[in-house]
């Protein structure tokens, strides 16, 4: 499989050069050159395939011969060693739980994915690879996860200093190892603008090979498309018509599951959820694209102004809008409104849900009001306990923290404070000459 850049000022390449690169030399997001749909059987046969089996037949187009079909089953089988269950609310609503991985977010997959591709392309380098990253939450926990201890690769992690929460700074602040954590003086936007800038600086690049772990990698973004299989394949005999709700920041996850839809899956209409920042909604509703300033909220992995993501959407519907409308609504929620909705689902389901994943409730209600006979599946995204202090005000319950958590909790936070992109630069380059 080619990759070509969005910004079609860059020449074509390999699975590895995008997945080594991140972003294309003309600053673009890489774009597969063609997505060839499974057969129509690879669907009618789902449910008695493996979520292994599944990935592999899904994501094989997208690597080619370039990791040996062994090697690539391994890699898969690693990356997705733990459950993806469907929980159901009623005949309209269900829930895919997208948690259960070691830092309880759904970038697990992504970044186990990626990690371990990155090791195979780099095992024969004598020259370590940086990954380069900037979250507003949980891609930091999930990136740092992912590759610690992976051989020949460097992790630096940018996050914005009081803007993640305890138990997300924990994740991402205590593994050491090949793992280092920058603390920002500023918001999300203005790690992920210094990220932007650290890939187009020549004299860094001149010195060190970076590359990114946010969803703009390819095999951060692509592996995301096995969700929507996995809970088509447990719903598929009961429910004609699936929606899915996913609450969307990036909009790399929704992206993957619009990837999923053409490669035959049979999806009936997408649902962003969005918090306050809601460009994508406005977008929607006037066919302006206007990024603006992300504004901070409780549901904080979806704080971002400027999805992108978004770019790589318009071009799976080749930048007609009329096409993607039909088939991708987009609603914006108040914080008030997301506590209202965790509570809700407690008090009618019995469930609890997290902050991102009530996002994606509400989303699925309003979608509901006009298309009842439809079922909605809204992913959660993370773990409530990621959120305990959201959470556990709402609830007005103790929430039993899991093993994952419990084990990074009491662990001493390391990072290193940075305001600019001066620092970052002169962080990287002193690093990289020892
Ligand atoms: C990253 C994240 C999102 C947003 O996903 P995108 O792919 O960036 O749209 C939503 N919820 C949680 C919990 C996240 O960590």
């Not at 299989?229 to 599951?257: H, T, W």
């Amino acid at each position: 499989m080619k990759y070509y850049s969005l910004n079609r000022k860059a020449p074509s390449t390999t699975f590895e050069d995008a997945v080594v690169r991140g972003l294309a030399p003309d600053k673009g997001l890489y774009f597969p050159e063609s997505i060839t749909p499974l057969p129509d059987s690879f669907f009618e046969t789902i449910e008695h395939k493996s979520n292994t089996e599944i990935a592999f037949e899904a994501i094989k187009q997208f690597v080619g011969d370039e990791i040996h079909e062994k090697e690539l089953k391994q890699i898969i089988e690693e990356t997705l060693s733990f459950e993806f269950p469907i929980i159901e609310f009623d005949t309209s609503i269900s829930t895919l739980e997208l948690f259960h991985g070691p830092t309880m977010a759904f970038k697990d997959v992504g970044a186990r994915f990626m990690a371990r591709c990155l090791g195979y392309f780099n095992k024969n380098n004598s020259r370590n690879i940086t990954v380069l990253v900037a979250t507003s939450g949980d891609t930091g926990g999930a990136v740092a996860n992912g590759f610690l201890g992976v051989k020949g690769v460097d992790v630096v992690i940018l996050y914005p200093s009081g803007k993640v929460s305890d138990i997300q700074e924990k994740q991402l602040t205590t593994l050491g190892q090949n793992i280092t954590a920058l603390e920002v003086n500023g918001v999300f936007d203005d790690c992920q603008d210094m990220v932007k800038l650290a890939f187009v600086d020549s004299e860094l690049i001149s010195h060190m090979q970076l590359t990114s772990a946010n969803s703009i990698n390819i095999a951060r973004w692509l592996p995301q498309l096995f969700y929507f299989m996995f809970a088509y394949k447990q719903l598929k005999n009961k429910y004609k018509k699936i929606v899915f709700s996913v609450p969307s920041g990036n909009f790399g996850n929704i992206c993957a599951g619009m990837v999923a839809q053409k490669l035959g899956l049979p999806i009936q209409h997408f649902i962003a959820s969005n918090n306050a920042n809601n460009v994508v909604t406005n977008y929607l509703k006037t066919k302006d694209y206007n990024p603006k300033a992300s504004v901070q909220t409780i549901s904080n992995a979806m704080d971002v102004g400027n999805p992108s993501n978004f770019i790589r959407i318009e071009a799976l519907y080749s930048n007609n809008f009329d096409n993607l409308k039909n088939n991708l609504s987009s609603y914006s929620f108040t914080d008030n409104e997301t506590r209202d909705a965790l509570s809700e689902i407690y008090s009618a389901y019995n469930y609890i849900a997290d902050p991102h994943g009530a996002v994606g409730y509400l989303g699925a209600l309003r979608h509901l009001e006009n298309k009842p006979n439809d079922h909605v599946v809204f992913l959660e995204t993370a773990h409530p306990t990621k959120f305990l202090d959201v959470v556990e005000d709402v609830i007005k319950t103790k929430v039993e923290l899991p093993e994952q958590i419990k084990s990074v909790i009491n662990k001493k936070k390391s990072s290193i404070t940075i305001t600019d992109y001066k620092d970052l630069k002169r962080f990287l380059l002193a690093r990289n000459n020892t």
